[in-house]
């Protein structure tokens, strides 16, 4: 009877560690997963980031006047976005 209940204490171990090994891949796999999805998200903030600064300083820089391309009818294009940012950053310079 010690043998039978030995075996049987040692297959449920055996069912315990393969679903603990299981619950550890399927975490790993999910914090990986996390972790690349925050690392996308972050790389495309800071991409966007830079465009908003780029559009920024070159608005700093400008004088007022419009270069003469030869084209008649170009559009100027300030998205809302660079705009609330110079506006943000005239209020902090103040």
Do not use: C, H, Y
């Not at 075996?7 to 790993?28: G, M, P, V």
């Not at 997963?33 to 996308?40: D, G, M």
């Not at 600064?53 to 170009?74: C, E, M, P, V």
């Amino acid at each position: 009877m010690n043998a039978e209940t030995d075996l049987n204490i040692a297959k449920i171990r055996q069912e315990i560690a393969s679903k603990q090994k299981d619950i550890a891949i399927t975490k790993a796999t999910a914090e990986a997963e996390a972790s690349r999805l925050k690392s996308q998200q972050t790389q495309a903030s800071s991409l966007e980031l830079l465009s908003i600064q780029t559009d920024i300083d070159a608005l700093k820089k400008w004088t007022g006047a419009f270069r003469d391309s030869g084209q008649a009818g170009q559009t100027i294009v300030i998205t809302p976005e660079t705009l609330q940012a110079l506006q943000g950053r005239e209020r902090s310079e103040r």
